[in-house]
């Protein structure tokens, strides 16, 4: 059974959301939805190799979702009041998965983004039980 969402989730999702309006967060969301949608991780370090400001955006939102997501996999966030509005982390989680297995072997970091992984494959989980078809329309837009 879901645990009943609390006034202290609502108020965590609201402070996510004012970190998220930060004038570089915003700058570095923006490119990475715009731009980020590589398929292997050498086509990554060619878009945005190490030192760039590139890079600094792909580091930048992806270590954000992975923190939002510790809150989840942890149990201090409710995960389905967060689905209901965060759909901006799937967005990460999807563009992110196909490259984050090289990634982690580049780095040597078996746990990179471990926690966007966990809740990235719940959220998909979550959509698709919600509407299959809009999950897919949702994939279409976002590769």
């Known amino acids: 059974m879901t645990q ?6 609502a108020n965590l999702i609201l402070r996510l959301y004012e970190m998220r309006r930060e004038a570089r967060m915003r700058q570095a969301r923006a490119w990475f939805t715009a731009n980020c949608k590589v398929k292997s991780y050498d086509e990554l370090i060619k878009l ?13 939102v992806t270590s954000y979702w992975d923190l939002v997501a510790s809150f989840m996999t942890s149990g201090v966030l409710n995960k389905e009041l967060f689905f209901q509005s965060g759909r901006e982390l799937l ?19 078996p746990a990179y983004l471990k926690h966007l992984e966990i809740i990235g494959n719940e959220f998909a989980t979550y959509f698709k039980k919600q509407d299959k078809d809009a999950y897919e329309a949702f994939l279409k837009r976002i590769k």
């Open 4 to 9: 009943k969402a609390t006034y202290d989730d």
């Open 48 to 60: 945005a190799p190490g030192g760039s400001d590139e890079n600094a955006s792909i580091r930048m």
């Open 91 to 109: 967005l990460v989680w999807e563009r992110v998965k196909e490259y984050l297995p090289s990634m982690r072997a580049a780095y040597k970091d």
